[in-house]
């Protein structure tokens, strides 16, 4: 079928605009592992190279309360599953420039995303953080408070289908601006789907890993979670309802804007 023309507010078509020249100069963006690798057009910069040392201290503006939640996730165990600072940095703009209000998250961890993007929320604005273990949480939430920004996030300890069906069944269907998926691989595609409900028109749904550190490329019987990736990869291709930039840094990001 044929694809939509672009069609969302103005500041979302700046905003992509903007996207490309980010690209362009450098501003990259992604959950990094060690296996994996940034394209650019004159290379590839890899985790700990001079190159992305160097990108990290030419672009990223980092709230000190935000460097130290960084630094003690970085410390935890499982502290790969944070999200990187650049990409949240990417994150916190993409919600300044289409000056959102409600923001969902699916997957907190540590709250280093939720904390990031709170800060760039007017007052009255709020973060609908989903999460199913309040143990990481609770890292990251004296620093909300710190930060004066715990009253703008609302955890929700519970699966996050749970609390999108409750946030539907309350009529807040098309009232959200931005949208963050970074949970469990295998619900991506019904995470996408109720928050394609909730956000409105004009709005941003961002999907994290959408390479699956490239396991996507040739996904196994037995990997549920690259299959699960994978399909949504190939179903937002051809969805009608957005526009779409799968932005090939980090472990991959799709930006998907409703039309």
């Not at 201290?57 to 599953?81: C, F, I, N, Q, Y």
């Not at 990251?140 to 409750?166: C, F, M, N, S, Y």
Request: proline letters at 5%; aromatic letters at 6%; one cysteine or more.
């Amino acid at each position: 079928s044929k694809m939509p023309l672009l069609s969302v507010p103005k500041e979302v078509a700046v905003g992509t605009a903007m996207l490309g020249v980010a690209f362009a100069t450098g501003m990259l963006a992604g959950k990094i592992y060690p296996s994996l690798v940034f394209g650019t057009p004159s290379g590839m910069i890899r985790k700990n190279s001079p190159l992305r040392q160097y990108i990290l201290d030419h672009s990223l503006r980092e709230h000190p309360l935000l460097k130290k939640l960084r630094l003690v996730t970085a410390d935890h165990p499982w502290g790969r599953m944070m999200v990187s600072c650049e990409q949240a940095q990417l994150m916190a703009n993409l919600v300044k420039l289409i000056k959102a209000k409600k923001v969902i998250e699916i997957g907190v961890f540590t709250g280093y995303n939720a904390l990031n993007m709170a800060l760039v929320l007017p007052d009255n604005g709020r973060v609908i953080a989903c999460d199913i273990n309040e143990d990481y949480a609770k890292i990251g939430r004296p620093l909300w408070k710190e930060a004066g920004v715990e009253h703008k996030i609302d955890l929700r300890i519970k699966p996050a289908i749970q609390t999108l069906d409750e946030l539907l069944a309350n009529g807040e269907a098309e009232t959200f601006d931005f949208a963050f998926i970074d949970a469990d691989k295998e619900s991506y595609n019904e995470y996408y789907e109720k928050c394609l409900r909730l956000i409105k028109k004009g709005g941003i749904i961002a999907i994290d890993n959408v390479f699956w550190n490239g396991k996507v490329l040739k996904p196994r019987k037995d990997d549920l979670a690259a299959q699960s990736i994978h399909r949504l990869n190939e179903k937002l291709l051809r969805d009608a309802r957005v526009n779409i930039s799968m932005l090939p840094v980090g472990d991959g990001v799709t930006l998907a804007f409703k039309l």
